[in-house]
């Protein structure tokens, strides 16, 4: 169960941390087009999933509950915020910046919860935090500008992550309804673009064609892969296996994009590494501790 778990898991991740390589492909498409097209298909394959499993019961509950509804319109824009910045971070050569988000989104999340959800912080989440705001500050320095991708990323994903995890519904029921919700935008968008003649789809090659469409199992694939991950092996090898995505990511940046990432921008990066070193740490120490009061 266990291995099975990590298998699962750390799938998800690669599969996350290769998204820039699909993402590029798709260059000749507008940021804006690629993110209705992903809206539009993940709700095709979502419902095709839920068919074969014959798993649409919960729908007619979730139609009575307009705070549930509300709660997931707001966790969809949410997550179409935090898609439109990562499609247009790739295709605008800024891969770095967007593995920095995810770099950070843990630290943001810890925040969130502290902020939010009156969580207490131990003294090295604390810790952490701090030297994440230290890198944080030192790249906006160096770069004569905040480095709004990152933290854009980070807030809209930690975000969406705090309304995901007070929601009722699963993973895929849970994406499967956001999806639904952003269907009529999506499809009213693009509409409006073939109308304007702003559409790149008709006129793409078919291999571009074929790959815009599979951006619905490309969304849903590595999500499913996590929830099964997920229930299977404890957060604290979760929470190390997420560093997988962003790490891919930026290799990707630095070795096959050849995007610069100098000196100065390393040690901001380091800070951000040390940050996460603390939090994992102060995780698996706590784990351990609580571990041994069970036992």
Request: hydrophobic share 55%.
């Given at each position: 169960?266990?291995?099975?778990?990590?298998?699962?898991?750390?799938?998800?991740?690669?599969?996350?941390?290769?998204?820039?390589?699909?993402?590029?492909?798709?260059?000749?498409?507008?940021?804006?087009?690629?993110?209705?097209?992903?809206?539009?298909?993940?709700?095709?394959?979502?419902?095709i999933?839920?068919s074969?499993?014959?798993?649409?019961?919960?729908?007619?509950?979730?139609?009575?509950?307009?705070?549930?509804?509300?709660?997931?319109?707001?966790?969809a824009?949410?997550?179409?915020?935090?898609?439109?910045?990562?499609?247009w971070?790739i295709?605008?050569?800024?891969?770095?910046?967007?593995?920095?988000?995810?770099?950070m989104?843990?630290?943001?999340?810890?925040?969130?919860?502290?902020?939010?959800?009156?969580?207490?912080?131990?003294?090295?989440q604390w810790?952490?935090?701090?030297?994440?705001?230290?890198?944080?500050?030192w790249?906006?320095?160096?770069?004569?500008?905040?480095?709004?991708?990152?933290?854009?990323?980070?807030?809209?994903?930690?975000?969406?992550?705090?309304?995901?995890?007070?929601?009722?519904?699963?993973?895929?029921?849970?994406?499967?309804?956001?999806?639904?919700?952003?269907?009529?935008?999506?499809?009213?968008?693009?509409?409006?673009?073939?109308?304007?003649?702003?559409?790149?789809f008709?006129?793409?090659s078919?291999?571009?064609?074929?790959?815009?469409?599979?951006?619905?199992?490309?969304?849903?694939?590595?999500?499913?892969?996590?929830?099964?991950?997920?229930?299977?092996?404890?957060?604290?090898?979760?929470g190390?296996?997420?560093?997988?995505?962003?790490?891919?990511?930026?290799?990707?940046?630095?070795?096959?994009?050849?995007?610069?990432?100098n000196?100065?921008?390393?040690?901001?990066?380091?800070?951000?590494?040390?940050?996460l070193?603390?939090?994992?740490?102060?995780?698996?120490r706590?784990?351990?501790?609580?571990?041994k009061?069970?036992g």
């Amino acid at each position: 169960m266990m291995r099975k778990g990590i298998l699962f898991a750390s799938t998800s991740y690669i599969l996350w941390g290769l998204f820039p390589l699909y993402f590029k492909a798709l260059h000749e498409f507008a940021p804006i087009e690629i993110l209705l097209h992903r809206m539009l298909w993940s709700l095709v394959f979502l419902s095709i999933v839920l068919s074969i499993r014959k798993q649409w019961s919960w729908l007619r509950g979730v139609m009575r509950q307009p705070r549930l509804i509300a709660g997931f319109a707001a966790s969809a824009l949410l997550l179409s915020g935090n898609w439109f910045i990562y499609i247009w971070s790739i295709n605008n050569g800024r891969v770095i910046d967007s593995s920095l988000g995810y770099f950070m989104t843990p630290l943001v999340n810890v925040l969130l919860g502290f902020l939010l959800l009156q969580e207490r912080l131990r003294p090295g989440q604390w810790l952490s935090v701090a030297i994440a705001a230290c890198g944080v500050l030192w790249l906006t320095v160096q770069a004569g500008h905040v480095p709004w991708i990152g933290l854009s990323l980070a807030l809209t994903f930690g975000s969406y992550g705090l309304l995901r995890k007070t929601a009722k519904l699963g993973a895929l029921e849970g994406l499967s309804l956001e999806t639904l919700l952003l269907f009529p935008v999506a499809a009213a968008y693009l509409a409006l673009l073939a109308n304007q003649g702003q559409s790149h789809f008709a006129g793409a090659s078919t291999s571009s064609q074929l790959l815009l469409l599979a951006a619905g199992p490309i969304t849903a694939i590595p999500l499913l892969l996590f929830a099964a991950g997920a229930r299977r092996i404890p957060m604290s090898t979760l929470g190390l296996l997420q560093y997988i995505s962003p790490s891919l990511q930026l290799i990707l940046g630095v070795w096959l994009f050849k995007e610069p990432f100098n000196g100065d921008r390393l040690l901001g990066f380091i800070a951000i590494w040390a940050a996460l070193a603390v939090y994992s740490l102060e995780g698996l120490r706590q784990s351990f501790i609580m571990a041994k009061q069970r036992g």
